[in-house]
């Protein structure tokens, strides 16, 4: 009875050490399996996160496993799940030759690479690159393919807008009327960075103290492209003859300015400001031009590719100072006689207030001439009008010749005429006065015509401050001596009655 006892009490115990030994493996079994789920959950978790889709099939060709993505990806048959499906059920597939991928993949045991279009559950074109790999063991068995499929859709049409876009500037780039040129220049900033990074914060000073640098950095700038319109403003026959052109305009003594400036703004990220530059043609012949340069988008920080346009004015500046020396010239014909090109009374009335102004404040002297050419009427009598404007445009010559700036001569009216002479006093201008009246009875007028005509000229002389204090005092204090003269015989000079009173007073 002991013996049955002790027994059963063995095989308690054992069943209890076996229960123990169960209960443990359970615990191992759900750890396991929570484990295991946890990772099919993290699995899952990453896979449907991917930004592209993912899908596995064993070597018969049936799904095995699928991404959210790609199950949103492509049109699935009854729009169902695809897990479990073969890929040649699937028309999508079918359709763009993928499923014979797969199956060279599984063959030939090495990755594809797929570029295809398939329709979506919408009937939209997409542009899908497959990446196939096949699952491999330890043992190196293939036990199936793991695909991941990129939605370049959006990337191709971007691609594809790019290119059209390049496509379209290239057009207009080749076709403008306006000279440009496309340059890079990355290596030039990048070595201004080195420059930098070496200890050199005064660039300007720098490139200023070694004109031989600036040189060798502008030869780090290349030319990648340029247009018809630019090659005919340099006058070179192609680019390689452009090339050299380039090389010899930017070592110039006129454009080193200009080369510093750019280097500079290079090595800021910055182009340099429009401006204005004289260039010269392989002929030796100067372009004015405004050149404006700008990055292309996309290559800001590399600055590869810089646009450079030439906007030739060359004609236009030509205009322009036609223009300016157009209006000058009628400028002048508005202060000049027509007749004899001596100024007009327009002139003596606006400039005559300023000199007397100007003689007021630095308590100078100025003296007036008025001249008449004795008898006249009797030379316009005996050789006709025509020839008495030639003789009036020869005396205006003769005046002119014995005087120099700022002393200027006026055609008053007729044959009269009135001669300026600032910072001169009385003596002086009687002197002056003189001399003219001599050297006309000394001319022979007419001489052209196979005549020769002698004339006498009477003048009368006003001085500032003592006979007049205004332009038209002076000039009546001048006309009045004048008149004197003519009344006493002609052909004389004399001042204003050094006893008359002042003709009028001043303000």
């Known amino acids: 009875m002991q013996e049955m006892v002790k027994t059963l009490q063995r095989q308690v115990a054992d069943l209890h050490l076996r229960l123990a030994e169960m209960a443990a493996l359970q615990q191992r079994c759900d750890a396991a399996e929570a484990a295991l789920a946890e990772l099919t959950h993290s699995t899952r ?22 991404n959210r993505r790609m199950r949103n990806l492509l049109s699935w048959p009854g729009g169902k799940d695809p897990t479990g499906v073969n890929l040649r059920e699937i028309e999508p597939i079918t359709a763009a030759g993928v499923d014979k991928d797969f199956q060279r993949c599984l063959e ?66 080749k076709s403008s009327p306006i000279a440009m040129l496309e340059r890079d220049a990355s290596a ?12 050199i914060d005064d660039l300007q000073g720098y490139l200023r103290d070694r004109p031989e640098a600036v040189v060798r950095l502008m030869d780090l700038v290349t030319t990648t492209d340029c247009n018809d319109a630019f090659i005919a403003l340099v006058g070179v026959q ?12 930017t070592q110039e003594g006129a454009m080193q300015e200009l080369v510093r400036e750019t280097v500079a703004a290079v090595a800021e990220g910055r182009v340099p400001p429009e401006r204005e530059i004289a260039l010269k043609t392989v002929q030796g012949e100067t372009r004015h031009v405004i050149a404006r340069a700008m990055v292309l988008a996309g290559h800001e920080d590399t600055m590869a590719r810089v646009v450079v346009s030439l906007v030739d004015i060359t004609s236009r500046m030509a205009a322009e100072a036609a223009l300016r020396a157009s209006e000058e010239r009628l ?28 003689a007021r404040a630095r308590q100078a002297p100025l003296s007036l001439l008025f001249m008449d050419l004795d008898n006249f009427k009797s030379v316009v009598d005996a050789h006709g009008h025509l020839n008495g404007s030639r003789a009036i445009q020869e005396v205006a010559a003769t005046i002119q010749s014995t005087i120099a700036p700022p002393a200027y001569a006026v055609a008053y009216a007729g044959d009269e005429f009135v001669v300026v002479l600032p910072d001169c006093e009385q003596g002086t201008a009687l002197a002056k ?29 006003a001085t ?44």
């Open 188 to 199: 030039l900033k990048q070595t201004l960075e080195q420059l930098r990074l070496s200890g």
């Open 108 to 173: 030939r045991r090495h990755a594809v690479l797929r570029d295809c279009e398939c329709l979506d559950h919408n009937g939209s074109c997409l542009k899908l690159r497959f990446h196939l790999s096949p699952i491999s063991d330890d043992g190196d068995a293939v036990h199936g393919v793991i695909a991941f499929v990129e939605n370049q859709t959006h990337l191709r049409q971007a691609q594809e807008a790019a290119q059209e876009s390049e496509q379209r500037y290239r057009l207009l780039f």
């Open 433 to 461: 006065a003189g001399e003219i009246q001599a050297l006309i009875q000394e001319t022979f007028y007419l001489t052209r015509q196979g005549l020769a005509v002698h004339l006498q000229a009477s003048c009368g002389v």
């Open 238 to 249: 192609d680019k390689t003859a452009l090339m050299a052109a380039l090389s010899r305009m």
């Open 45 to 66: 978790v990453l896979g449907d996160s991917a930004p592209f889709g993912i899908f596995t099939i064993d070597p018969t060709g049936r799904i095995t496993g699928i």
């Open 331 to 358: 400028r002048k014909q508005a202060l000049r006689d027509n007749l004899t090109g001596l100024f007009n009374q327009r002139h003596l009335h606006a400039s005559l207030p300023l000199l007397l102004q100007s």
């Open 464 to 507: 500032f401050p003592h006979h007049a204090d205004t332009p038209e005092c002076l000039l009546t204090a001048a006309d009045t001596a004048l008149f004197k003269v003519k009344g006493t015989g002609k052909g004389a000079v004399a001042p204003y009655a050094a006893d008359a009173p002042p003709v009028c007073a001043g303000p």
